[in-house]
């Protein structure tokens, strides 16, 4: 049997023109795990954010754009390469939405004679707008360019020990820094997500401490998830408990999304003597828009418009080796198997 290994990230524009943008926009928005509602409607919601958001959005594109393309993307292939380097398999990589496509990458490894793939999504918790839409969207791909393709699915690795230290020691040099507050800033999504992936249909948001509650609902509950994380990462790195607070960025629209807002904190915590703040966004394994520019530059003007002083963004891991050591024993426990 040949083994392979495909990483899905969620993908990018293939460039900051508002035709690349409206086109990347509306495949991640039409998904009905994203914008979770019912066809007719998702199209008129969709319609409505396509007339000014791809302009807005390809601002902000271009400020991060690099010479080779897109952070995410040129990051992923990076990663890929550094994986593929350490591993005598196939290493394949595809995005969620656009380019690298999943069709692509699975017809690529089914045409080099794969017939068992471990597919790692790069989104360390479960969500069903994130890492559900990547697994079920390789499958069906899959079943039907490469039925003959076994596919293993990693679990959501949130706090598995290898991405908890691969996590602390891509953030070590700047935790040895001298700051007031470190903020972890987390993807958010929408609340009704949460309670839609709770199979229990009665844990998720029913109380105000319900992550600290032990649960089935945990396995696919978002927010215990990154609760998880950042307590695994503070008691790795050493960080006192006054000195750190979870929050969540991105929202998009206006029903309840999980709380607190990132862009509500930074001005809060600067308001209340946090002058020096680090912020990191573990749910990212690779920088893009929402940390270099939503975090790096808008949350920076935020903090600083709350009479901040000094503000640090911590890069995500990109290719840290140990991320990538994280990723080899990710792969080696399919391959041995």
């Not at 008129?44 to 959005?57: A, D, Q, T």
């Not at 390789?138 to 230290?165: C, G, M, N, S, W």
Request: glycine share 4%; hydrophobic share 40%.
């Amino acid at each position: 049997m040949s083994k392979a290994i495909l990483l899905v990230n969620l993908g990018s524009p293939d460039s900051p023109s508002v035709p690349d943008v409206r086109r990347y926009l509306n495949e991640f928005l039409m998904d009905g795990r994203v914008i979770d509602v019912a066809w007719p409607l998702r199209r008129l919601i969709v319609g409505m954010i396509l007339i000014k958001r791809p302009h807005e959005s390809g601002e902000a594109y271009d400020k991060v754009w690099t010479k080779d393309g897109s952070p995410l993307v040129v990051t992923s292939r990076h990663v890929q390469q550094l994986l593929q380097a350490r591993l005598t398999v196939p290493v394949d990589l595809a995005m969620r939405y656009q380019n690298p496509s999943i069709e692509s990458a699975v017809k690529r490894l089914a045409a080099n004679g794969a017939t068992e793939t471990l597919l790692i999504p790069m989104f360390p918790h479960f969500a069903m707008s994130s890492y559900e839409t990547a697994v079920v969207r390789v499958k069906e791909v899959a079943a039907k360019f490469a039925p003959q393709l076994k596919l293993t699915v990693q679990a959501p690795y949130f706090d598995h020990p290898d991405y908890i230290r691969a996590l602390v020691s891509s953030a070590a040099d700047f935790l040895k820094r001298d700051y007031d507050h470190l903020l972890f800033s987390y993807h958010g999504i929408p609340e009704r997500h949460l309670r839609k992936s709770d199979p229990t249909g009665c844990h998720c948001l029913v109380k105000d401490n319900c992550c600290e509650s032990a649960s089935p609902a945990h396995a696919t509950c978002y927010r215990a998830q990154c609760f998880a994380t950042t307590a695994a990462f503070v008691k790795l790195a050493g960080v006192p408990r006054e000195k750190y607070s979870v929050s969540f960025q991105s929202r998009l629209g206006k029903d309840p999304w999980l709380k607190p807002y990132t862009d509500y904190e930074l001005p809060r915590l600067a308001n209340e003597g946090k002058k020096k703040m680090l912020v990191i966004c573990p749910a990212f394994v690779a920088d893009c828009l929402e940390t270099i520019e939503e975090i790096g530059m808008r949350g920076c003007e935020e903090f600083m418009a709350g009479n901040g002083k000094e503000f640090t963004r911590i890069p995500c891991m990109n290719e840290h080796p140990a991320w990538i050591d994280a990723l080899v024993r990710l792969a080696g426990d399919f391959l041995v198997a």
